[in-house]
């Protein structure tokens, strides 16, 4: 398993940043992408726990279940199931008010389950693109909430 981190401080509230990072609608406004939808709501909140994302991006397609949900501070979240195929342990954004804004770690530990060569794969490939993926998302957070 490979554990992936990214993080960005978001020039806005702590409140605002969870609720935009929570709505994976608007991941949407990176390139990266081409579609998110909430399938199912979660439990006292539509993205609370239980919720059932899915998501299209430029380098797979994803059902995603909310497993936590502590506004506006984490969320946890789990990959059901994945094109291509991935195992998963972990998804967790977390989001702390810092000088500036807001800042917002991204945590993922996952693998390309294959049956050589599986730990590279990840490393070398799979890992630097999600990190990718997951900047932009953030990336465009920030350009979407920032003087707001």
Not at 37 to 59: C, M
Request: glycine share 8%; with cysteine; aromatic share 12%.
């Amino acid at each position: 398993m490979e554990t992936l981190i990214v993080r960005r401080v978001v020039g806005a509230p702590v409140e605002d940043v969870f609720d935009w990072c929570a709505t994976s609608s608007n991941y949407t406004r990176s390139p990266f992408v081409l579609r998110a939808r909430l399938a199912r709501p979660g439990a006292g909140a539509p993205y609370g726990v239980g919720a059932v994302r899915l998501h299209t991006w430029t380098i797979g397609w994803f059902r995603e279940r909310i497993t936590a949900y502590n506004p506006p501070y984490e969320f946890d979240y789990t990959v059901e199931r994945s094109f291509p195929a991935a195992r998963h342990e972990l998804g967790r954004m977390t989001f702390t008010e810092v000088d500036g804004g807001t800042e917002v770690v991204w945590t993922t530990r996952f693998e390309v389950p294959l049956p050589f060569g599986a730990a590279a794969l990840t490393r070398v490939c799979a890992k630097p693109v999600i990190g990718r993926v997951f900047g932009s998302i953030l990336d465009s957070a920030d350009a979407a909430l920032r003087g707001r």
